[in-house]
């Protein structure tokens, strides 16, 4: 008996070719106009707005975002094809990235009306930039332990606490912060957390940069010292479930491998160049200056 373990492969989509063709173009053109110098993980380090603008004018950026919230209302495959060719070319793509890759679809499954017509047709357009509300220092992995709070307040809460590794929170409009609404319960660790969206121009909001080695700055420590967060801006009403749904946005994408592409070509023509330049086995090492091979 024959058993079929991956599924078998759709027929060829010739719009979908025909998009990529695009989208290389457009890169093409970009880059030889010197809008920009390809990288690597420049969906996390490049942020360049009228770049990201410029996608929108071509309707590639909120691609998946419903045409009624100012998206594209297209399909997740052109979206995938369109983030695939950003990516391998290294384009600086950190303006946008957040938003539309897991902040677009938190607002589309738990936002209120209010808040998807607020902050969908920025993210759609590249004028709203979004940055992560998660980590803190002594909560990485374990997101159940955030130190944050949100007490109540009249007319909304008011947050206090530290996220930490906020990328791009030095340049971004908003992020969803993860706080805890109620007081911990150690037998139900995950219940009691609420999600805000903060405005990160809001009193109160202090940004630290955090640099890389390098000298890089696109880390932040991210102070709150209570914030406050409206009731209208509470997003949902299922902190853990909603977080997590996130993480599963942020973490499933193709960032993490594709960007590493220009890379693997570099190594690639490393090792030819090293395969050429190698001499002979029967000549000694070090003959023609060449022992370091």
Do not use: C
Not at 57 to 68: H, K, N, Q, S, V
Not at 73 to 102: C, D, H, I
Request: proline share 6%.
């Amino acid at each position: 008996m024959h058993t079929q373990v991956v599924p078998a492969a759709d027929p060829p989509d010739h719009h979908l070719d025909t998009l990529r063709a695009e989208v290389r173009a457009f890169l093409r053109e970009q880059i030889d106009a010197g809008v920009f110098t390809p990288g690597v993980d420049t969906w996390l380090t490049r942020w360049n707005p009228d770049f990201t603008k410029a996608l929108a004018a071509r309707r590639w950026l909120g691609t998946t975002i419903p045409a009624e919230y100012g998206g594209q209302g297209r399909t997740f495959m052109e979206r995938f094809v369109v983030t695939e060719e950003l990516l391998a070319v290294g384009a600086p793509v950190a303006a946008q990235w957040v938003a539309v890759r897991q902040a677009a679809p938190s607002l589309l499954t738990y936002g209120t009306e209010e808040q998807k017509q607020r902050f969908l047709p920025g993210i759609a357009t590249g004028e709203i930039s979004w940055a992560i509300g998660m980590s803190e220092p002594e909560s990485g992995s374990d997101l159940a332990s955030v130190r944050t709070k949100a007490v109540r307040v009249d007319g909304g809460w008011r947050i206090t606490g530290t996220k930490l590794w906020t990328s791009g929170a030095h340049r971004a409009d908003a992020f969803f912060a993860l706080a805890r609404s109620a007081p911990l319960d150690p037998a139900q660790r995950h219940a009691g957390l609420s999600q805000f969206i903060v405005l990160l121009d809001s009193p109160g909001v202090q940004i630290r940069p955090i640099l890389s080695m390098s000298g890089d700055h696109h880390f932040n420590e991210v102070i709150l010292d209570e914030v406050f967060v409206p009731d209208e801006l509470v997003l949902g009403g299922e902190g853990w479930k909603q977080v997590t749904s996130e993480l599963g946005f942020e973490r499933s994408g193709p960032e993490r491998f594709v960007s590493t592409f220009s890379i693997l070509a570099d190594a690639r023509i490393g090792a030819l160049v090293a395969r050429t330049l190698r001499p002979p086995s029967h000549v000694p090492r070090g003959v023609g200056g060449t022992g370091a091979w």
